[in-house]
């Protein structure tokens, strides 16, 4: 699938928390009032070339750098994982591992940040320096006023 991007288009990434996981879709609202909506997963490239004023570049340029959660890799993973994000300007970043009941594992808090895209190891301890038991945790990465959240696992 292919999307060009003309004047006559106005396009934004809407992001939505489903349980613990994300979906991502692409709405394009077309002049007549027409919407279209791809999930991002679905889409192979975008063309940028049809841009013709600031206004559109910004746009987009706000929608590339804006605060973004991406999945942790390895997952499944033994005995350590990467959480991976992405801030658009420096600040503070808290990055908590919830273990399925709800406690809090680990928390990690990191001052001055600079804007971009980041990735934290979490070596798989918990917060008393033992290792965490095989299982299913949520981690919950905060930024300013904004928190998103994703799903791991732990195998032994």
């Given at each position: 699938?292919?999307?060009t991007?003309?004047?006559?288009?106005?396009?934004?990434?809407?992001?939505?928390?489903?349980g613990?996981?994300?979906?991502?879709?692409?709405?394009?609202?077309?002049?007549?009032?027409?919407?279209i909506?791809?999930?991002?997963?679905?889409?192979?490239?975008?063309?940028?070339?049809?841009?013709?004023?600031i206004?559109?570049?910004?746009?987009?340029?706000?929608?590339?750098?804006?605060?973004?959660?991406?999945?942790n890799?390895?997952?499944?993973?033994?005995?350590?994982?990467?959480?991976?994000?992405?801030?658009?300007?420096?600040?503070?970043?808290?990055?908590?591992?919830?273990?399925?009941?709800?406690?809090l594992v680990?928390?990690?808090?990191?001052?001055?940040?600079?804007?971009?895209?980041h990735?934290v190891?979490?070596?798989?301890?918990?917060?008393?320096?033992?290792?965490?038991?095989?299982?299913?945790?949520?981690?919950?990465v905060?930024?300013?006023?904004?928190?998103?959240?994703?799903?791991?696992?732990?195998?032994?």
């Open positions: 699938m292919r999307i991007l003309s004047s006559t288009l106005i396009l934004f990434l809407a992001l939505f928390s489903m613990f996981s994300q979906t991502c879709t692409l709405k394009v609202n077309l002049t007549d009032g027409t919407q909506i791809y999930e991002v997963s679905e889409i192979n490239k975008i063309d940028f070339e049809q841009i013709t004023g206004e559109d570049s910004e746009k987009m340029l706000n929608l590339i750098n804006s605060f973004k959660l991406l999945k890799y390895p997952n499944p993973f033994n005995p350590s994982t990467h959480i991976m994000y992405n801030i658009p300007r420096p600040g503070q970043v808290s990055i908590k591992i919830l273990n399925m009941s709800g406690q680990k928390q990690i808090d990191i001052q001055n940040q600079k804007a971009g895209d990735q190891l979490w070596d798989g301890l918990t917060r008393s320096g033992l290792r965490a038991a095989s299982g299913i945790y949520i981690y919950i905060q930024f300013e006023n904004r928190i998103l959240s994703n799903k791991m696992m732990l195998l032994k």
